[in-house]
């Protein structure tokens, strides 16, 4: 039997995953199926569930986020309308509060975009200066078995002898970012000893 994979589960109902559980345990009883076998089957099926779950939180905590930046927009606009429905209406005048307007809308729209897009990176310290960091960053996503891959990779800073720079990563959304935090975190706790991942912020 096939396992479901992450985005089957995303879209599975409970009474399917249950029917899912159910058709394995009816297999093992009509089949000579070792029973480490079966262990490891519901091992690998709960790894995908609490996988699935850690996506869930993560998409969750993206849209508050979404919404507040939203919110923060909104008041802006809503009190430079305030201003702008004040000023003088004169033809001489009216020139000059239309184009202040613009201008702090399109400055605040900026400001939302930069917030946004910090929080699609994460930093990565201690990786030793001369390595492939695209590549590293890529085995890592392998190691932590985060799906996704980053559109940037970037060293922070002027390089210096016998010091590291920290590695700046860049993926296409917030949530994959979060993703990407949590699987590591993750790993980091199952083996504090691994030498295959270093710090993340």
Same mark, same amino acid.
């Given at each position: 039997?096939?396992?479901?994979?992450?985005?089957?589960?995303?879209?599975?109902?409970?009474?399917?995953?249950?029917?899912?559980?159910?058709?394995?345990? !009816?297999?093992?009883?009509?089949?000579?199926?070792?029973?480490?076998?079966?262990?490891?089957?519901?091992?690998?099926?709960?790894?995908?569930?609490?996988?699935?779950?850690?996506?869930? %939180?993560?998409?969750?905590?993206?849209?508050?986020?979404?919404?507040?930046?939203?919110?923060?927009?909104? %008041?802006?606009? @809503?009190?430079?309308?305030?201003?702008?429905?004040?000023?003088? #209406?004169?033809?001489? %005048? *009216?020139?000059?509060? @239309?184009?202040?307007?613009?201008?702090?809308?399109?400055? @605040?729209?900026?400001?939302?975009?930069?917030?946004?897009?910090?929080?699609?990176?994460?930093?990565?310290?201690?990786? %030793?200066?001369?390595?492939?960091?695209?590549?590293?960053?890529?085995?890592?996503?392998?190691?932590? &078995?985060?799906?996704?891959?980053?559109?940037?990779?970037?060293?922070?800073?002027? !390089?210096?002898?016998? &010091?590291?720079?920290?590695?700046?990563? #860049?993926?296409?959304?917030?949530?994959?970012?979060?993703?990407?935090?949590?699987?590591?975190?993750? &790993?980091?706790?199952?083996?504090?000893?691994?030498? *295959?991942?270093?710090?993340? &912020?």
């Amino acid at each position: 039997m096939d396992l479901p994979s992450i985005s089957d589960i995303n879209t599975m109902k409970r009474d399917d995953l249950r029917g899912v559980l159910i058709d394995i345990i !009816k297999k093992r009883n009509n089949a000579d199926t070792p029973g480490d076998s079966l262990k490891n089957t519901l091992h690998v099926i709960l790894c995908e569930i609490k996988a699935c779950n850690e996506e869930t %939180k993560a998409l969750k905590e993206e849209i508050a986020t979404l919404k507040l930046s939203n919110e923060a927009l909104c %008041k802006e606009l @809503s009190e430079l309308k305030c201003v702008s429905s004040s000023a003088p #209406t004169s033809a001489s %005048k *009216d020139s000059t509060p @239309s184009v202040k307007f613009a201008d702090v809308v399109k400055q @605040s729209v900026r400001s939302v975009f930069h917030d946004d897009k910090s929080k699609n990176e994460i930093i990565m310290s201690k990786v %030793k200066e001369g390595e492939n960091d695209q590549q590293y960053v890529t085995n890592v996503c392998k190691i932590i &078995h985060f799906e996704g891959q980053p559109t940037d990779v970037v060293r922070l800073g002027r !390089k210096k002898d016998g &010091h590291s720079r920290p590695l700046r990563v #860049t993926f296409s959304s917030p949530f994959d970012a979060r993703v990407f935090r949590a699987r590591f975190v993750e &790993h980091r706790k199952a083996d504090e000893n691994a030498d *295959d991942t270093k710090g993340v &912020h």
